[in-house]
């Protein structure tokens, strides 16, 4: 199970496009070396392609190190749809509630 010093939490906020995209890569940046994480979308407003790619490559350096991120994506926002339609639900591990990420994380 990680620990509290090997885990974190990194809630983001606001519209993820190119005018972000330095805000984007710094806060992605403080889960470098983590163990597990989870990445809180619930008060995103939007994403583009810039900010998908992103987690697609933060999901796959987690990977490759055997770590563990899961992506809290509630219902009915437009993050969870942008999600579906980029087919992200498919390959991501998504919660809906920080409680059902942090349980997601210590199953992992």
């Known amino acids: 199970m990680p620990t509290a010093t090997s885990s974190g939490v990194l809630a983001l906020y606001g519209d993820l496009d190119p005018i ?3 805000y984007l890569r710094a806060q992605l ?3 470098d070396g983590k163990d597990a994480a989870v ?22 350096d987690f990977a490759a190190r055997d770590a563990h991120v899961v992506w809290l ?6 993050a969870r749809r942008i999600f579906a339609v980029a087919e992200l639900d498919r390959y991501f591990a998504i919660a809906e509630t920080l409680e059902g990420a942090l ?5 992992s």
């Open 39 to 60: 990445v809180d979308l619930s008060s995103v407003g939007y994403l583009d392609s810039m900010a998908l790619t992103a987690f697609v490559r933060l999901n796959k």
């Open 29 to 31: 940046a403080t889960l």
């Open 103 to 107: 349980q997601a994380l210590t199953v």
């Open 20 to 22: 972000r995209e330095a």
């Open 73 to 78: 994506v509630p219902p009915q926002t437009n």
